[in-house]
């Protein structure tokens, strides 16, 4: 089994920036994608980047692109996502997702294991 614990979030000025890691742990993940997407209220659970836990490569949602970073520690087992320039509609609850099959998905059922979610919450 897979356990992603997610954690970084909170209350931002818009402009500002947050940091947002993953923790995984369980089964190994040298061959999986590792996603974030969020979900604000009353809105359907969105894309926002993803990473290849094997060689590193990157995608990210249109939305926040130039913005956003996503990386990875290999040897402490953890995803992270810079978010920079933040904006009053980036706020969401951010979720941690690992992906079982190589290439790059942005659709929720490709994902079987997710974390809890953290609050993101940017003021205007």
């Known amino acids: 089994q897979v356990q992603l614990v997610e954690s970084g979030g909170g209350l931002v000025q818009a402009g500002g920036s947050l940091r947002l890691s993953c923790a995984a742990s369980?089964?190994?993940?040298?061959?999986?994608?590792m996603g974030w997407f969020r979900q604000a209220p009353g809105k359907e659970r969105e894309f926002v980047a993803a990473?290849?836990?094997?060689?590193?490569?990157?995608d990210a949602a249109d939305s926040v692109k130039g913005r956003f970073t996503v990386s990875r520690d290999s040897a402490k087992n953890m995803v992270n996502l810079q978010m920079n320039s933040l904006k009053p509609e980036d706020t969401a609850v951010y979720y941690c997702?690992?992906?079982?099959?190589?290439?790059?998905?942005?659709?929720?059922?490709?994902?079987?294991?997710w974390g809890q979610g953290t609050q993101v919450t940017v003021s205007s």
């Open positions: 997702a690992g992906r079982e099959s190589p290439g790059f998905s942005y659709e929720t059922r490709g994902y079987a294991y």
């Open positions: 369980g089964r190994t993940f040298r061959s999986y994608i």
């Open positions: 990473i290849s836990w094997s060689d590193g490569s990157t």
